[in-house]
């Protein structure tokens, strides 16, 4: 147990420095909640002091080395795809930023539902059938790729403008400047959730 815990307070820094409340949410747990806000994507450091002014335990004992940890500030971005309505939905924070009509699978290549992560980026790629595909394809030079569970990816699509009704093979067909919009906006790691 800690016998000093008014301590962690003052030897509490926070960089880029902003006021906030000191708790103990258990006997081993501190929390600091800010009453403000940092910049977005502000790289923020905290630093709890060690040493044998810092906090000690009941036996006297200290931890002789600073404790530190990095964090950046980052909204949560979601990549929401509906497919009963054909349309892609950019949240940012539980905002909505940005909507587009899109293509998704036609029966028998269906978008699979579900919540998965963009895996990987192309800014451009070819992409052809499986061997098993009963309709083969071949596209050259597919723009803006983000790719979200194996072979399925949102895309640019340059060779129709029939957003808003299935079509696909499976991916999330997009119109190409939308699909640039996505691309730059959502970085590896931004969940997707298709649903209907």
């Known amino acids: 147990n800690i016998v ?3 301590v962690a307070a003052r030897n509490l820094i926070i960089q880029p420095a902003i006021n906030g409340n000191v708790l103990w949410s258990r006997p081993d747990k501190l929390v ?3 009453t403000g806000a940092w910049d977005y994507q502000a790289e923020v450091s905290v630093t709890l002091k060690g040493g044998p002014g810092g906090l000690k335990g009941a036996s006297g004992s200290y ?9 950046v500030i980052a909204t949560y971005k979601v990549i929401d795809v509906n497919l009963s309505t054909q349309t892609l939905l950019l949240l940012e924070g539980g905002t909505p930023i940005f909507s587009t009509l899109v293509s998704t699978g036609k029966p028998g290549y269906e978008t699979p539902a579900g919540e998965f992560y963009v895996y990987a980026k192309d800014r451009v790629v070819d992409m052809e059938s499986t ?3 009963v309709e083969f394809y071949y596209v050259k030079d597919v723009p803006w790729v983000l790719w979200f569970k194996g072979g399925y ?4 699509t340059y060779w129709h403008n029939e957003f808003g009704r299935v079509r ?8 190409v400047p939308a699909a640039e919009q996505i691309y730059r906006w959502a970085p590896v790691g931004t969940p997707v959730i298709v649903h209907y």
Do not use: M, R
């Open 4 to 6: 000093n815990p008014e």
């Open 32 to 34: 600091f909640t800010p």
């Open 63 to 71: 931890i002789e080395d600073d404790f530190k940890s990095y964090f």
């Open 131 to 133: 061997p098993e595909a």
């Open 153 to 156: 990816s949102v895309h640019g």
């Open 168 to 175: 696909s093979h499976g991916c999330v067909n997009v119109p």
